[in-house]
């Protein structure tokens, strides 16, 4: 069963790459912020969710998206799994990252003072998670 999501949140940084120098391949990784919001309470947390991009749609995050900026992703929802050591034992981390199959840009380009202020500042922008069984 394949699950289909689509984000709507602002990118946490600069997207950075890793490439595959056996095969080729490269992949750019980075983490978009959305606000996650209770029915019980008015307060609202902020989730944070990695994403994924491959080869081609991978150069075109690294030209396009940038720390700060509004971005609605669409992608396929997958599982990483991978060893972390902690406090001297290794344990195995499982986490949701979203796969990515396209991104659209929104709103205007962040000015650099304005991302300076972002990091000085608790965030009140607000993202949406939509997520359809495909």
Same mark, same amino acid.
């Given at each position: 069963?394949? %699950?289909?999501?689509? @984000?709507?949140? %602002? @990118?946490g940084?600069?997207?950075?790459?890793?490439? &595959?120098?056996?095969?080729?391949?490269? +992949? @750019? *990784? &980075? !983490?978009?912020?959305?606000? =996650? &919001?209770?029915?019980?309470?008015?307060? !609202?947390?902020?989730?944070?969710?990695d994403?994924?991009?491959?080869?081609?749609?991978?150069?075109? +995050?690294? *030209?396009?998206?940038? *720390?700060?900026r509004?971005? @609605?992703? /669409?992608?396929?929802?997958?599982?990483?799994?991978?060893? $972390?050591e902690?406090?001297?034992? $290794?344990?195995?981390?499982?986490?949701?990252?979203?796969?990515?199959? !396209?991104? /659209?840009?929104?709103?205007? $380009?962040?000015?650099? =003072?304005?991302?300076?202020?972002?990091l000085?500042?608790?965030?009140?922008?607000?993202?949406?998670?939509?997520?359809?069984? !495909?």
């Amino acid at each position: 069963m394949n %699950y289909t999501i689509t @984000v709507i949140g %602002y @990118v946490g940084q600069n997207p950075h790459a890793i490439a &595959f120098e056996d095969t080729g391949n490269k +992949v @750019v *990784k &980075f !983490s978009i912020a959305v606000k =996650e &919001f209770s029915a019980n309470s008015d307060e !609202s947390k902020t989730l944070w969710l990695d994403v994924d991009a491959w080869n081609g749609l991978a150069e075109r +995050v690294l *030209k396009a998206v940038t *720390k700060g900026r509004e971005v @609605v992703v /669409h992608g396929r929802l997958a599982i990483s799994t991978f060893n $972390k050591e902690v406090d001297g034992a $290794k344990i195995e981390v499982t986490k949701p990252i979203i796969k990515l199959t !396209s991104f /659209h840009l929104c709103g205007r $380009k962040p000015t650099t =003072e304005e991302r300076q202020s972002e990091l000085n500042t608790p965030s009140t922008k607000k993202g949406r998670l939509t997520a359809v069984k !495909s």
